[in-house]
């Protein structure tokens, strides 16, 4: 099959999130499958490629859009990446979707409209490549929500030409792309699009919601999260069109890249360990406590937490258990970087406690390794996490997580009161104080008993989160997406509600 892959990120050459980890796994895990994928995304300043860079292909003038070219790389994995080169709109410093100073781009909806409308070009037959045009274009996020829109309008002007079919993944409904109704004017939306039926909500232009209406299928990054998502507690808005469209959605757990997150061969780690020999954990719990500037205490439980710091993640959840966590002698390590007042709480902490918290404001990739590594525990005490990477990366590391009882994290944690023979770490009764004070409490206890706690970790690390497993679902889906795109009706077996 001929799949184009179209996000906003990538590891390792952008990422802010979970969204660049699944970018670079999934489509090299269905190349892997035999398919011939594509990953189109934006060429954004100081990129740095390895690969066998192609000639750059002009894209046809459009609109009064700027000019740009796609610039194919031939990658080690197999997969073809496709940078969209448009300096005026990519090459500048800053991050993927907003400035040095944090603000969003204020051309935000052309330049995640170009990205959507090259997608969606490269699945007809106009597309830009000479010999290649995509059978399924599936888009990720807000960011590329006006590709199923743009498809969609390509079958109407056109519809005895070929197109592809389309198929979106909600990582994270909370971002749902939202500019004024007039940008619909220059970035192409037929205006009886505008409507409730289309991009409009309340009153303004969502691109993840034209995604939503348009794509032939759409995915969400874990089971629990898709039947979250239709109710109006995490529906965000959008709960009722998901219930409406809940025959074309459908949950699949992210994996994990498993030769990067392996701690028997991690070469960001400076002592290497396994399921049968954990000697080298412990090396890591202190080449961590001494990176951090916490004391050299093998006795101290070593709890940690990395992440995009903002209200999603419970960071003040875990704020307001600190006196708790002080109380039993723990550390607490934080990585993470995001809103200002989080920070700045974060950074007091650590000012208040130096022997037991520590905390760095950055984004630092060889340090999050070293922390899963290290720690103890892991906590991800979320509101809501669609999916969520970093408790799988952690049972794979043999710390254990506590986690809330949402998305993502209850489909890939078991908790270890209720399954004592299965259990791979803690899962709070409720995403509140009391739920992460229970939590915390029962795992405190497991510590202090050595054998239990090496079966909670033994537990997590014999799970397999790799991705093909899941990989294969997204295959079932794009074939699913074909049907709905040739208007045939869909199997009775077909994509059901979560
Ligand atoms: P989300 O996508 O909501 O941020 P995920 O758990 O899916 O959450 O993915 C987060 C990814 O980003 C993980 O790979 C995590 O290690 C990484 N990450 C988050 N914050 C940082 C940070 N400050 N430094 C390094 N890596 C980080
Ligand atoms: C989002 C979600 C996270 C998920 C990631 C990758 O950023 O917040 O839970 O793991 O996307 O799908």
Redesign the pocket.
């Given at each position: 099959m001929k799949i184009l892959f179209a996000t906003p990120e990538c590891a390792p050459y952008v990422k802010t999130?979970?969204?660049g980890d699944?970018s670079a796994a999934l489509p090299a895990t269905l190349a892997a499958l035999g398919h011939d994928v594509h990953l189109l995304m934006p060429a954004y300043q100081d990129m740095k490629v390895e690969g066998e860079i192609g000639a750059g292909v002009d894209l046809p003038p459009y609109a009064q859009w700027p000019a740009a070219q796609l610039v194919p790389v031939k990658l080690d994995s197999g997969v073809t990446l496709l940078l969209l080169a448009c300096p005026q709109l990519y090459q500048r410093p800053g991050g993927p979707y907003v400035d040095a100073g944090g603000r969003d781009y204020d051309d935000n909806a052309m330049r995640f409209g170009m990205l959507a409308r090259v997608a969606a070009l490269l699945g007809t037959v106009h597309s830009p490549l000479p010999d290649w045009i995509a059978d399924v274009v599936h888009a990720n996020d807000w960011p590329c929500g006006l590709a199923p829109l743009y498809l969609a309008h390509a079958r109407v002007l056109a519809p005895h030409e070929r197109t592809a079919s389309s198929v979106i993944t909600i990582?994270?409904l909370a971002f749902q792309g939202v500019f004024p109704m007039a940008a619909g004017d220059v970035l192409g939306v037929p205006y009886y699009w505008r409507g409730m039926d289309g991009v409009e909500f309340w009153g303004q232009l969502s691109m993840l919601k034209a995604g939503l209406q348009f794509a032939d299928a759409i995915t969400t990054?874990s089971p629990s999260y898709a039947r979250e998502i239709q109710t109006q507690a995490h529906g965000v808005g959008f709960d009722g069109i998901l219930r409406a469209r809940s025959d074309r959605l459908r949950g699949i757990l992210?994996g994990i890249d498993t030769t990067m997150w392996d701690p028997a061969q991690d070469p960001l780690l400076p002592a290497h360990f396994s399921r049968g020999d954990l000697k080298g954990k412990a090396a890591c719990k202190a080449a961590l406590q001494a990176r951090v500037g916490l004391p050299a205490n093998k006795g101290a439980m070593l709890l940690a937490m990395v992440s995009r710091l903002t209200p999603?993640k419970g960071v003040d959840l875990v704020l307001g258990a600190l006196p708790r966590i002080l109380a039993s002698g723990a550390q607490l390590v934080i990585l993470g970087s995001g809103e200002p007042g989080l920070q700045q709480a974060l950074r007091d902490a650590a000012q208040k406690h130096p022997k037991q918290v520590s905390v760095t404001l950055a984004f630092d990739e060889s340090l999050a390794h070293l922390i899963e590594a290290g720690a103890d525990a892991f906590l991800m005490p979320s509101r809501f996490?669609?999916?969520?990477?970093n408790q799988m990366y952690s049972q794979a590391y043999g710390t254990p997580p506590i986690v809330a009882p949402v998305?993502?994290l209850l489909d890939s944690v078991t908790d270890a009161s209720a399954d004592a023979a299965r259990g791979t770490g803690f899962v709070m009764t409720g995403c509140d104080a009391a739920g992460l004070d229970d939590a915390l409490t029962r795992a405190l206890r497991a510590w202090r008993e050595p054998a239990r706690w090496r079966r909670i970790q033994a537990n997590g690390m014999d799970r397999h989160f790799g991705w093909e497993d899941s990989a294969r679902q997204y295959l079932a889906v794009y074939e699913q997406a074909a049907l709905v795109a040739a208007g045939s009706p869909l199997p009775a077996t077909g994509i059901s509600p979560p």
């Open positions: 999130g979970g969204l699944v990582h994270n990054v992210n999603q996490e669609p999916c969520g990477l998305g993502g």
